[in-house]
Nanobody
Framework: QVQLVESGGGLVQAGGSLRLSCAAS????????LGWFRQAPGQGREFVAA????????YYADSVKGRFTISRDYAKSKVYLQMNSLKPEDTAVYYC????????????????WGQGTQVTVSS
């Protein structure tokens, strides 16, 4: 079974940066994709970014394009989310997830999820 553990969240001022990490264990197929989602209180789980495991192909939500960058280290089984120019509306719990297929997908297509890491952006 795939297990995912996120880290790197915290409190940052608007305009600052954070880098989230997701460490994966278990079998991740080259045909899978790993994604980042976020959920703010009272809201649904929102797609943020995704990356194909075997190809350098990434996808981003419009709200984070130009500010966030997703990357992966195949050898270390890790995926990262570099977040720059953070805004208060980025405040949420961020989750790492994995699904079959290389497309970005939506939340219910992802099979495994991490426990989440809190990101709080103050104004």
């Amino acid at each position: 079974q795939v297990q995912l553990v996120e880290s790197g969240g915290g409190l940052v001022q608007a305009g600052g940066s954070l880098r989230l990490s997701c460490a994966a264990s278990g079998r991740i197929s080259s045909g899978y994709a790993l994604g980042w989602f976020r959920q703010a209180p009272g809201q649904g789980r929102e797609f943020v970014a995704a990356i194909s495991w075997n190809v350098d192909m990434s996808y981003y939500a419009d709200s984070v394009k130009g500010r966030f960058t997703i990357s992966r280290d195949y050898a270390k089984s890790k995926v990262y989310l570099q977040m720059n120019s953070l805004k208060p509306e980025d405040t949420a719990v961020y989750y790492c997830a994995v699904k079959q297929g290389a497309g970005r997908g939506v939340a219910n297509e992802y099979d495994y999820w991490g426990q989440g890491t809190q990101v709080t952006v103050s104004s």
